[in-house]
């Protein structure tokens, strides 16, 4: 009866019919419901309340997510993986703001996670699941930050844990390699992504592994509204007018409205922001689905931006209802829009995105433009992912070098016509 052991978690409740279950590690989705039966976790906050404030969270010297332990679905004594996963800096930019069009600016640069990105929130989160399940292998399918993620916190448990991550075969050689450098075991499928998935269904079925496919299981979500949280507590728990994330499967904007309705119910916050997501020109399922109210039709991935290439996106109903719920909207970006804000972020604050990572900060510059976000509005944008990881679309962005003979005229001579 693991639910009991957690202190303040009430149960799971489907999204789609409402039904409850215990919170037990391995209650992934509403059997009754299938695909759709996404659970959402529900806390007894008014127990959060008498145990915990502010106060006492800000004497806690711990940085990472851990500190915000009784919004987590977590036993207290599950060991956690030793990385610093959280506690990434939020820096105001009033050169950045400007650019955007508007006059307050808050970058959460969520690249400086232990492997790189936001999914080490969530990672992190099933790592513990596993251990409370009596499971020492945890599995996903995935090319991209799901996968690496979940082999780097597996890996930081020294040889406790085994992470087994199935791949297409066309998944791009560096993010393969990390998880190999992480020590997972890694099988590349000769199939397409849907193939790849569903095999990895069909082996964490059979030899009963833990599940890290996210969107299907519940307390993903929970590790990734720790982004919202925290920056609620950096801005002293005063929030933004607008937050704005990136959108692929819908997990993470879900998150982070979980964050700051559980802060609201706590009493922590007052005011809710409006959520922005934002999504790619060449695969928004979601933005479709939001703008016409019809149910989601999967589309094809035609992006750059990788890690929210999702054509079929497993968590849209819970994303809709957080963006309509916080009176939010949806965006998309085009590729040029996200190459380009590469270039102008990295150059303007020294934080470097992969595609994904900034396309929320695109979307924050068309949001301006179409007057969705008004100038006077506070923002806070998340930039999701390193730019390292992608490295090919960096490359277009920036272009290459001058070159250069080793002589100082030439250079004088460069440096001229360069008018530098
Ligand atoms: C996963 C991811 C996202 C989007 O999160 P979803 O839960 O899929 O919506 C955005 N940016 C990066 C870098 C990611 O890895
Ligand atoms: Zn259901």
Redesign the pocket.
Known sequence: MEGRKLKYVKDLVCISCGEKYEASPTQYLCPKCGEKGILDVEYDYEKIKKDWNKEELKANPNPSIWRYSPLLPIEPNTPKPPLKIGGTPLYKSDVMAKLLGIETLYIKDDSLNPTG???DRASAIAVLKAQEAGMNTVSCAST???ASSLAGNIASMGNEMKAVIFVPSRAPIGKVTQLLVYGALVLSVKGSYEETFYLSQEAIDKWGWYNRN??INPYLVEG?KTSSIEIAEQLNWEMVDWLV???????????AWKGMYDLKQIGFIDKLPRLLGVQSEGCAPITQAFKSGTDLVPVPENTI?D??A?GK?R?YIK?IKAVKDSNGDMINVADEEILDMIKILGKKTGIFG?P??V?GVAGIKKAVENGIIKPYESVAVIV??NGLKDIKNAEKAVGAPLTVQPNLNELSQLLKDYNF
């Open positions: 990105s936001l999914k991209g930050n799901a996210a969107a990734k994330y990136s959108v692929g499967d819908g997990c993470t904007i879900a998150g931006a890690s929210i999702v996106p968590n994303a992969e994904a990572g396309a999701t992912g």
